[in-house]
């Protein structure tokens, strides 16, 4: 029963690497839905006092352009990012640890107000949490 | 109650002068990085410390816990006020004030709970080193003469432990899990309201604990915990405790924990199954 009880477990953990599984920029909805997205996600940005100075002399629709760009090609999409590193880009911003987390919560929110699955949200944190390192204290 | 009351006051004074110039009003940690309040204080689970630290407080941020834990089993009721303060997202303060009520012989067991946490190394969220802490649990019994009847040695004692706690934002089935890793030298007797070490033995014992936890979204967790129990007195043999939980984080204000727990045999008594509550208030 035991074994029974595992070899299903081991299956059942082999299967997210089936190809049948939709790649995270369909489930974001392609380009159109990346861009709404990130329109959203910068608007709840721009209403957060704490964080907002770091935009000051950002350039809104170019930003807007090259981050749905990167999300687009980290989410399996048809684009190539052609701007800088994560780890360039925030060279000088002395970003803490704090106003990472408060960019990912209007991320979070961002993507409950566009009505994305749990599952959708989860594949899209994980990849932008793995930029922390290069994001924070830079 | 009046210790616990003068320890309070001092730490909410300080909170309010810290919420009053608004560094705590932050609250700069994702939701749920928390954890609830244990019953001996220490932030985690219920049963099983965490590797996480109560509050939100990010780096350079102060925040705090209120919390009220109950478990009801056949023949028990324990009730434990506790409270946090943290600091720095790098140490976790912690006291609580256990009571055991005895419901079929009569009485009750207490214990005061002092408890400080130090994270060393990683984070609950980011990279890949586990969260890594190491913690104290300073506990003095209040009521001694029982747990001296039956083969206590002291009736104070030092929990020392180190915990481990990694989170997965896209695990299995595409969720948020958590698992934590405790390791605790404790010389206790069902946590320390039997009193410290006994006749059958009296010296530290390693002891593991577990928990692993899913979150089925950003509000909602379930999970299992596990927690080694040494076996000082000879009179009743101690037992592992277990549960199983869902916790609700339905703001950085508030945290619910309902669960169900096999406390198994207690000083004799058999069979002490029965339900958990756990309410946070964070500041």
Redesign the interface.
């Known amino acids: 029963m035991i074994r029974a009880c595992l070899i299903g477990f081991i299956i ?2 082999a299967l ?1 690497a089936n190809a049948t599984e939709r790649t995270l920029y369909d489930e974001l909805g392609q380009k159109q839905g990346i861009s709404q997205l990130m329109e959203a996600f910068i608007l709840e940005i721009a209403e957060d006092e ?1 964080v907002i100075h770091h935009f000051e002399n950002v350039d809104i629709d170019r930003f807007h352009r090259m981050l749905s760009e990167h999300i687009c090609d980290l989410s399996g999409g048809p684009c190539n990012y052609s701007g800088e590193s994560m780890a360039t880009v925030h060279t000088g911003m002395n970003i ?3 106003e990472f ?2 960019i ?2 209007h991320l ?1 929110t961002a993507m409950d107000q566009q009505q994305l699955p ?3 949200q ?2 899209l ?2 990849i932008l ?1 793995s930029f ?2 290069e994001v924070i204290h830079q | 109650m009046g210790k616990l009351t003068t320890l309070m006051m001092p730490a909410l004074a300080l909170t309010t002068l810290f919420v009053s110039h608004n560094a705590m009003a ?1 609250f ?4 749920a990085t928390g954890g609830l309040t244990t019953v001996e204080g220490s932030g985690g689970g219920g049963l099983v410390p965490w590797a996480t630290l109560s509050s939100y407080a ?4 102060w925040g705090g816990t209120v919390a009220y834990n109950q478990a009801d089993v056949d023949d028990y009721k324990l009730t434990v006020k506790a409270a946090t303060l943290s600091f720095d ?1 790098r140490w976790e303060f912690s006291v609580a004030k256990q009571q055991f009520d005895l419901l079929s012989l009569g009485g009750s067991l207490k214990q005061d709970i002092y408890g400080v946490k130090y994270r060393i190394a990683g ?1 609950i ?3 890949d080193t586990p969260q890594l802490t190491v913690g104290l649990q300073h506990k003095r019994n209040q009521s001694f003469d029982l747990p001296q009847a039956v083969g206590a040695q002291d009736d104070t004692g030092t929990d020392i432990f180190v915990s481990g706690a990694k989170v ?9 899990w958590l698992a934590n890793l405790t390791l605790r030298a404790t010389k206790a007797n069902e946590m320390g309201l039997l009193g410290f070490g006994g006749d059958a033995n009296n010296s530290y014992e390693l002891q593991g604990e577990l928990a692993v936890g899913m979150f ?3 509000h909602w967790v379930i999970g299992v915990e596990y927690r080694q129990k040494p076996n000082n007195l000879g009179f009743a043999k101690e037992h592992d405790w277990h549960d199983v939980f869902v916790g609700w984080f339905p703001h950085k204000r508030v945290a619910v924990a309902l669960a169900y727990t096999q406390l198994q045999s207690i000083a004799g008594a058999d069979g002490q199954d029965g339900i958990y509550g756990s309410l946070q208030v964070t500041f």
């Open positions: 059942m953990l997210p704490r803490s640890r704090a987390n408060a990912v919560e979070m749990v599952s959708t989860n594949r944190l994980a949490a922390h390192k | 932050d700069g940690r994702i939701i990010e780096q350079g941020q997202n984070d969220l980011y990279g997965w934002l896209d695990g299995l089935w595409h969720r948020t089925i979204n950003r």
